[in-house]
């Protein structure tokens, strides 16, 4: 088992039950955590010929259909990903790669990905594009493009998580905080707050799994931040 795999069993190992969704090929690190006395359920994701069949139709529907404008395009990538590892097909490889340099082409100088859609900026977009490019640097070896999830977390921890772990949907520009700040002290704001002040649970999900993927890449840095 590679060190990546084996660092990765070690952070898993202190859980007493783990799932592991699409084991493909490589099953070493869910043996890993059972040989570590863990009860594990690993499961493929195409465990028949009837979802291989429709997954390869997917593929066929969306590799010609996918320019990787919008946010949620990434999510086709990690799509690609998981039937990749089952067929390992020269075609679906390529699609990977393209799709992989099409999403790191859209990081911006900031460290946040800057998709056509006009949500682009918030957190489950940021999210999206990391899944779909550690999984994509998981799957063909292509550690470089980790350089580029580091950005977007960093930015995440940095910018958008709040000291009780929580995470902001969108870090607005100052003049838009700034705004809704005067309409409150005059008393004519909405009393509906501002799309960027509500939480959800699922925020923390996005961020757990963009980081899961990005270890099982080989990413080397730590975001077990402690709240």
Not at 12 to 38: F, Q
Not at 57 to 81: I, K, M, N, P, Q
Request: aromatic share 12%; charged share 25%; with cysteine.
């Amino acid at each position: 088992m590679s060190a990546t795999r084996t660092e990765l069993a070690a952070r898993l190992a202190v859980y007493d039950r783990l799932v592991e969704v699409g084991i493909g090929r490589r099953p070493e690190v869910a043996t890993a955590l059972a040989d570590a006395d863990c009860e594990v359920t690993a499961t493929d994701v195409f465990d028949d010929d009837g979802l291989l069949d429709v997954a390869w139709t997917l593929f066929e529907h969306t590799v010609e259909r996918t320019a990787f404008e919008h946010s949620e395009d990434a999510l086709v990538l990690y799509g690609w990903t998981y039937l990749y590892e089952v067929v390992n097909d020269e075609d679906v490889l390529k699609a990977v790669r393209e799709g992989l340099w099409a999403v790191n082409e859209r990081l911006t100088d900031q460290g946040l990905f800057a998709f056509d859609d006009p949500t682009t900026r918030r957190h489950q977009n940021q999210m999206y594009a990391l899944w779909g490019l550690c999984r994509g640097a998981e799957v063909t070896g292509s550690d470089g493009f980790l350089e580029s999830a580091e950005r977007v977390l960093e930015h995440t921890v940095g910018e958008r998580m709040r000291e009780d772990g929580a995470f902001v949907w969108e870090d607005v520009p100052v003049t838009d905080r700034l705004r809704v700040a005067g309409a409150r002290r005059l008393g004519v704001a909405s009393d509906r707050p501002p799309y960027w002040e509500f939480l959800y649970a699922c925020h923390q999900t996005f961020f757990v799994n963009a980081v899961e993927h990005y270890y099982a890449a080989g990413g080397p840095e730590n975001y077990d931040v402690a709240v």
